[in-house]
Nanobody, 125 residues
Framework: VQLQASGGGSVQSGGSLGLSCAAS????????VGWFRQAPGKERKYVAA????????DYSDSVKGRFTISKDNAVNTVYLHMHSLKPEDTAVYYC???????????????????WGQGTQVTVSS
């Protein structure tokens, strides 16, 4: 499975951005997909995840209520819609996937086999 993340950019605090993670080379409907982010000089952290059907969703406390994850199995893409962005949301965002055939989501990056390249999100104050 190959993942391609896109949609990053620069925005002012309070603004919105949308990220996409397009998958190829596998059966997308079998995948749980997660988003992680890594700020400069910090460890990569979990942001959100969605199960194989797109029904079960989970968010880190830091983004809950501001970010929305969705999965469209018809176009092999997962989206992360980010609103009310804060400077502390500045990071490189990565999408990751694993074949689960299940309705559970994973928080730990160690449980994801496939990773896309990162896309930079910069939020200025």
């Amino acid at each position: 499975v190959q993942l391609q993340a896109s949609g990053g950019g620069s925005v002012q605090s309070g603004g919105s951005l949308g990220l996409s993670c397009a998958a190829s080379g596998g059966t997308f409907s079998r995948l749980t997909v997660g988003w992680f982010r890594q700020a400069p000089g910090k460890e990569r952290k979990y942001v959100a995840a969605v199960d194989y059907s797109g029904t079960m969703k989970d968010y880190s406390d830091s983004v809950k209520g501001r970010f929305t994850i969705s999965k469209d199995n018809a176009v092999n893409t997962v989206y992360l819609h980010m609103h009310s962005l804060k400077p502390e949301d500045t990071a490189v965002y990565y999408c990751a996937a694993d074949i689960t055939d299940s309705d559970y989501v994973m928080v730990s990056e160690d449980l994801y086999e496939f990773w896309g390249q990162g896309t930079q999100v910069t939020v200025s104050s």
